[in-house]
């Protein structure tokens, strides 16, 4: 089963992030207060425990989930402590510092949308952080706006395709795009995903592709092994 980012990694994660978006130059107030916020919290639990040795916060930002740091967080009860905790969700949380993590992008019909949520929920729970429209499209925004800045910023491209197949508009201009920019040499991989009663589109057909409609969790760690 797909296993959940500990509460230690979680907040890692938040700095991480946070180190990103929060400290750009068009980082917005609501960012960076809560990145500074997160920062304050971590730093004043270490200080209570008088630690002469522990993680600077410019180390965690720069750790990459490293085991040592999350021992650290762990050691310091971060991983339990709710304020914290919550803080590091308020990180995670901003659309700007969704938008510079993620890494894959999810391509799927609206037939689809409940497991192609399911499979972006697996990637999240695993630490991929992860485009899918449902949470980044908003009422009123531009939908070809928004598409066309998720694609722009991941690193490969899930494209599910079921027996509802890949040729609604916005999903074809989606893989297509993709695939065109793979073929260019450009740092971004499609990666083909089988979804109940799906039939492999024939562009797509010397691609090997992650069988989630006859074993889901096998599928989901054979997407998870192509984007290490």
């Not at 531009?142 to 694609?151: A, C, M, Q, T, W």
């Given at each position: 089963m797909v296993t959940t980012l500990s509460g230690s990694e979680m907040i890692l994660a938040a700095l991480l992030a946070g180190?990103?978006?929060?400290?750009?130059?068009?980082?917005?107030?609501?960012?960076?207060?809560?990145?500074?916020?997160?920062?304050?919290?971590?730093?004043?639990?270490?200080?209570?425990r008088q630690w002469k040795e522990h993680p600077s916060i410019?180390?965690?930002?720069?750790?990459?989930?490293?085991?040592?740091?999350?021992?650290?967080?762990?050691?310091?009860?971060?991983?339990?402590?709710?304020?914290?905790?919550?803080?590091?969700q308020v990180v995670l949380s901003q659309p700007?510092?969704?938008?510079?993590r993620a890494r894959v992008f999810v391509s799927h019909r609206a037939s689809d949308a409940v497991t192609a949520r399911t499979l972006a929920e697996d990637f999240e729970a695993r630490g991929i952080p992860t485009w899918l429209d449902a949470w980044e499209i908003n009422i009123g925004d531009?939908?070809?706006?928004?598409?066309?800045?998720?694609?722009a910023s991941v690193e490969y491209v899930v494209v599910c395709y079921s027996a509802e197949g890949v040729s609604s508009?916005?999903?074809?201009?989606?893989?297509?795009?993709?695939?065109a920019r793979q073929l260019e040499g450009r740092s971004v991989r499609l990666l083909?995903?089988?979804?109940?009663?799906?039939?492999?589109?024939?562009?797509?057909?010397?691609?090997?592709?992650?069988?989630?409609?006859?074993?889901?969790d096998h599928g989901v760690n054979q997407l998870l092994a192509a984007m290490r």
């Open positions: 180190a990103s978006a929060g400290t750009a130059s068009t980082a917005s107030k609501a960012v960076q207060d809560a990145y500074e916020g997160l920062k304050a919290l971590v730093r004043s639990r270490f200080e209570a410019e180390m965690a930002e720069t750790s990459a989930l490293d085991p040592e740091v999350v021992r650290a967080f762990d050691a310091a009860g971060l991983a339990d402590d709710a304020e914290v905790l919550h803080a590091a700007e510092v969704r938008k510079s531009s939908i070809v706006e928004r598409i066309n800045d998720g694609l508009p916005w999903m074809g201009r989606e893989w297509m795009s993709t695939l083909p995903a089988m979804l109940p009663g799906g039939q492999v589109p024939e562009i797509l057909a010397d691609l090997l592709y992650a069988d989630l409609a006859n074993d889901w």
